[in-house]
């Protein structure tokens, strides 16, 4: 039974599993499931492991149970951009129209629903040919835009509804929001760094260590010797340098000040410096980047077991990179390259990684991006990059 | 327990109950799977356990984690300390040869041993290590555990009602979520909202709760704000409105909101609600 409707749930994305069907099985032999509508919140909760995925699972219960329209789960993201692209359009048709080559009479002509398949057409079309560059592709793609609204004919949402309480509760859709990666927290990124830790014994002897304790009473015939320890402290060393130049860091400047507030609450030997785009001479000690640089070679007096975090959006021009006399700061004038100075700082701490706030997605459209992931290891600033960070930090082995 | 289909679940005197939430209940409790509940803070998600038991008459069994817990706390303790000092002084009726004597049963322990049918909430459980939830697996999966000090298997005497909570975005490890059902409280609506406030208020008068819930929800919507105030706190407010005897409802209408420390607990929050609020900008 519902054979399909597990198997729709398991093509659209949501990770089911046959142990969760049969326990539904399980379930409806109870005879406690009457009706769709319990149907509906059994089946949800057995199956579906996450709220990230009840938005899906509404979406597929509709489907399967009411008929309504699947969208294309295969280009959803494809389907985010377009409506990215179609917002642009309808703000300015004519730069759009110049940006993409075409008429922009033959475009008006088009109902917004044929705008999207269009848009979505020219998208795919890019997606093999076309490699960096057009920026407001990758920023429209960003903004999230509802599904009706911005013409006058409206859009189709959501496909038939009928009068069955359970399809229309999963026609409302009331998870969307959750489907969406949430913006990171201190209390998120405390979850991912816990583990980033590296403990030592530190302080007093005050622990009484029973196996030790244990083992020398016996050693004198039962005469009672309590062994103490000392408490275990978390000794890690973590620099963290952060861009926080220019405009193109500006949207992730919240993400990067929890993340530094976590870290300064975090770890006792932490040391914070900021860089422009990407590392020259120096880092600076003071935000506004002007009166303490310190001077590269001086980083290389560290302990090398330091945890070196870049965090930066590691994108620029390429000659900022490549250029002997690349920095766009005229003060800034070493003889090297950008490049040389990065894998100094890479063969100087074992453990060193970049922390990029753009999304995952969206690397290979930036040409530094790709250069500076062959120097160091590139993590997306999210919980499941935060996560992968520390996996890479505090393993042993280096890389 | 589909053998006596008259213990179910239905709601308790103060907790307000959605019929989603209900039949989720009932199915976890009748295919014998522990329940999980995800939500932000404030949806009742450990409410949820307390009036599961106090509706079904069963005793609650509570057991927070804490970060540095591995599972065998959880389940028993080797009290080795008081064996040493009675080996040394023999002052007490204790078998010093009988390590059993020395075997505390921690939270699950005592779930699984008791003579009833208990409810066993394991609450936050993402604050323990990844390792944790592993551990726990096996124990979920065989409804028993293992002595390891005296090479004794535990089962249990009747399988619990297992609720557990977990605050973090972060999904739980999939081999764990694959035991479990799972359920996510989203955040009552203001009409939900207003029958938990007469649950915990019988006697409210309806203008103060409607100017209260309103303001609330507008405060909630302030933008940049880390902790927002939820259930607990919307409860706390109103007792604090209501102690106040010089408050009149009319007073939130027109943009004043008083004890505004009791809704933002983190300073920059409060800040942040204070300025919008006496720029009247709320409203």
């Given at each position: 039974?519902?054979?399909?409707?597990?198997?729709?749930?398991?093509?659209?994305?949501?990770?089911?599993?046959?142990?969760?069907?049969?326990?539904?099985?399980?379930?409806?032999?109870?005879?406690?499931?009457?009706?769709?509508?319990?149907?509906?919140?059994?089946?949800?909760?057995?199956?579906?492991?996450?709220?990230?995925?009840?938005?899906?699972?509404?979406?597929?219960?509709?489907?399967?149970?009411?008929?309504?329209?699947?969208?294309?789960?295969?280009?959803?993201?494809?389907?985010?951009?377009?409506?990215?692209?179609?917002?642009?359009?309808?703000?300015n048709?004519?730069?759009?129209?110049?940006?993409?080559?075409?008429?922009?009479?033959?475009?008006?002509?088009?109902?917004?629903?044929?705008?999207?398949?269009?848009?979505?057409?020219?998208?795919?079309?890019q997606?093999?040919?076309?490699?960096?560059?057009?920026?407001?592709?990758?920023?429209?793609?960003?903004?999230?835009?509802?599904?009706?609204?911005?013409?006058?004919?409206?859009?189709?949402?959501?496909?038939?509804?009928?009068n069955?309480?359970?399809?229309?509760v999963?026609?409302?859709?009331?998870?969307?929001?959750?489907?969406?990666?949430?913006?990171?927290?201190?209390?998120?990124?405390?979850e991912?760094?816990?583990?980033?830790?590296?403990?030592?014994?530190?302080?007093?002897?005050?622990?009484?260590?029973v196996?030790?304790?244990?083992?020398?009473?016996?050693?004198?015939?039962?005469?009672?010797?309590?062994?103490?320890?000392?408490?275990?402290?978390?000794?890690?060393?973590?620099?963290?340098?952060?861009?926080?130049?220019?405009?193109?860091?500006?949207?992730?400047?919240?993400?990067?000040?929890?993340?530094?507030?976590?870290?300064?609450?975090?770890?006792?030997?932490?040391?914070t410096?900021?860089?422009?785009?990407?590392?020259?001479?120096?880092?600076?000690?003071?935000?506004?980047?002007?009166?303490?640089?310190?001077?590269?070679?001086?980083?290389?007096?560290?302990?090398?077991?330091?945890?070196?975090?870049?965090?930066?959006?590691?994108?620029?021009a390429?000659?900022?990179?490549?250029?002997?006399?690349?920095?766009?700061?005229?003060?800034?004038?070493?003889?090297?390259?950008?490049?040389?100075?990065?894998?100094?700082?890479?063969?100087?701490?074992?453990?060193?990684?970049?922390?990029?706030?753009?999304?995952?997605?969206?690397?290979?459209?930036?040409?530094?991006?790709?250069?500076?992931?062959?120097?160091?290891?590139?993590?997306?600033?999210?919980?499941?990059?935060?996560?992968?960070?520390?996996?890479?930090?505090?393993?042993?082995?280096?890389? | 327990?589909?053998?006596?289909?008259?213990?179910?679940?239905t709601?308790?005197?103060?907790?307000?109950?959605?019929?989603?939430?209900a039949?989720?209940?009932?199915?976890?409790?009748?295919?014998?799977?522990?329940?999980?509940?995800?939500?932000?803070p404030?949806?009742?998600?450990?409410?949820?356990?307390?009036?599961?038991?106090?509706?079904?008459?069963?005793?609650?069994?509570v057991?927070?984690?804490?970060?540095?817990?591995?599972?065998?706390?959880?389940?028993?303790q080797?009290?080795t300390?008081?064996?040493?000092?009675?080996?040394?002084?023999?002052?007490?009726?204790?078998?010093?040869?009988?390590?059993?004597?020395?075997?505390k049963?921690?939270?699950?322990?005592?779930?699984?041993?008791?003579?009833?049918?208990?409810?066993?909430?394991?609450?936050?459980?993402?604050?323990?290590?990844?390792?944790?939830?592993?551990?726990?697996l096996?124990?979920?999966?065989?409804?028993?555990?293992?002595?390891?000090?005296?090479?004794?298997?535990?089962?249990?005497?009747h399988?619990?009602v297992?609720?557990?909570?977990?605050?973090?975005?972060?999904?739980?490890?999939?081999?764990?979520?694959?035991?479990?059902?799972?359920?996510?409280?989203?955040?009552?609506?203001?009409?939900?909202?207003?029958?938990?406030?007469?649950?915990?208020?019988?006697?409210?008068?309806?203008?103060?709760?409607?100017?209260?819930?309103?303001?609330?929800?507008?405060?909630?919507?302030?933008?940049?704000?880390?902790?927002?105030?939820?259930?607990?706190?919307?409860?706390?407010?109103?007792?604090?409105?209501?102690?106040?005897?010089d408050?009149?409802?009319?007073?939130?209408?027109?943009?004043?909101?008083?004890?505004?420390?009791?809704?933002?607990?983190?300073?920059?929050?409060?800040?942040?609600a204070?300025?919008?609020?006496?720029?009247?900008?709320?409203?």
């Amino acid at each position: 039974m519902f054979i399909d409707f597990f198997y729709t749930l398991k093509d659209s994305g949501v990770p089911v599993s046959p142990t969760a069907f049969l326990t539904l099985h399980r379930a409806l032999k109870t005879g406690l499931i009457g009706s769709l509508s319990e149907f509906y919140t059994a089946a949800r909760s057995i199956l579906v492991k996450s709220e990230r995925y009840f938005d899906r699972y509404d979406q597929v219960f509709a489907h399967t149970f009411a008929g309504a329209e699947l969208p294309d789960l295969e280009g959803l993201e494809l389907d985010e951009m377009a409506r990215g692209l179609l917002e642009e359009w309808l703000r300015n048709p004519r730069e759009m129209a110049d940006a993409l080559g075409i008429d922009e009479e033959e475009l008006q002509r088009l109902t917004p629903e044929e705008l999207l398949d269009y848009f979505k057409a020219r998208l795919k079309d890019q997606e093999g040919e076309h490699h960096g560059g057009n920026r407001w592709i990758g920023t429209g793609g960003t903004s999230p835009v509802g599904h009706s609204g911005y013409h006058p004919g409206g859009m189709r949402v959501g496909g038939v509804s009928r009068n069955k309480s359970a399809v229309k509760v999963a026609l409302d859709r009331r998870y969307r929001d959750y489907s969406l990666s949430g913006p990171l927290k201190a209390s998120m990124m405390n979850e991912a760094l816990k583990r980033l830790r590296h403990l030592v014994p530190t302080g007093p002897r005050d622990q009484v260590n029973v196996d030790a304790t244990i083992y020398q009473t016996m050693k004198n015939g039962g005469e009672i010797e309590i062994v103490f320890d000392r408490d275990l402290k978390d000794r890690l060393k973590v620099i963290l340098a952060i861009d926080n130049g220019g405009w193109s860091m500006d949207p992730y400047v919240q993400m990067v000040q929890t993340l530094f507030d976590y870290a300064r609450a975090q770890f006792k030997d932490l040391k914070t410096f900021y860089f422009h785009n990407t590392v020259y001479d120096a880092l600076w000690k003071d935000p506004s980047r002007y009166k303490q640089p310190v001077r590269l070679e001086e980083l290389t007096r560290y302990d090398p077991a330091t945890r070196l975090v870049l965090v930066g959006d590691a994108s620029m021009a390429p000659y900022e990179l490549m250029a002997r006399e690349g920095s766009i700061y005229i003060q800034e004038r070493s003889g090297d390259p950008s490049l040389r100075r990065l894998q100094l700082l890479a063969e100087t701490f074992d453990k060193a990684v970049w922390l990029n706030p753009v999304p995952q997605s969206r690397w290979d459209y930036t040409q530094t991006i790709s250069i500076i992931r062959d120097i160091f290891p590139m993590f997306e600033l999210s919980i499941d990059g935060l996560e992968d960070m520390v996996t890479h930090l505090m393993s042993k082995t280096t890389s | 327990m589909p053998e006596n289909p008259s213990v179910s679940f239905t709601g308790a005197s103060r907790y307000v109950l959605d019929e989603e939430l209900a039949a989720i209940v009932n199915i976890s409790m009748a295919l014998e799977m522990p329940l999980l509940l995800k939500g932000e803070p404030g949806t009742g998600k450990t409410m949820l356990a307390h009036a599961i038991a106090e509706n079904l008459g069963m005793p609650l069994i509570v057991l927070n984690v804490k970060s540095s817990m591995k599972l065998v706390d959880a389940l028993y303790q080797y009290d080795t300390l008081t064996r040493l000092n009675d080996s040394r002084f023999g002052d007490s009726d204790r078998n010093v040869s009988d390590i059993e004597a020395y075997i505390k049963m921690g939270k699950i322990g005592q779930a699984f041993t008791a003579d009833r049918r208990t409810v066993l909430l394991i609450d936050e459980i993402d604050k323990a290590d990844t390792d944790f939830q592993d551990d726990m697996l096996d124990v979920l999966d065989q409804m028993e555990f293992d002595i390891i000090e005296i090479d004794k298997t535990v089962p249990t005497k009747h399988r619990p009602v297992i609720i557990v909570t977990s605050n973090a975005k972060k999904d739980l490890s999939d081999p764990f979520l694959g035991r479990c059902n799972f359920h996510h409280i989203a955040f009552p609506d203001p009409k939900m909202m207003r029958k938990i406030i007469q649950v915990h208020f019988p006697d409210i008068d309806s203008a103060l709760m409607e100017s209260a819930v309103e303001t609330f929800y507008r405060l909630r919507e302030l933008e940049g704000v880390e902790k927002r105030p939820a259930t607990r706190e919307l409860i706390n407010w109103i007792r604090a409105l209501r102690a106040d005897l010089d408050f009149k409802p009319k007073q939130l209408s027109r943009g004043e909101v008083p004890f505004l420390g009791v809704l933002f607990k983190k300073s920059q929050d409060y800040q942040r609600a204070s300025s919008v609020v006496h720029r009247r900008k709320l409203f």
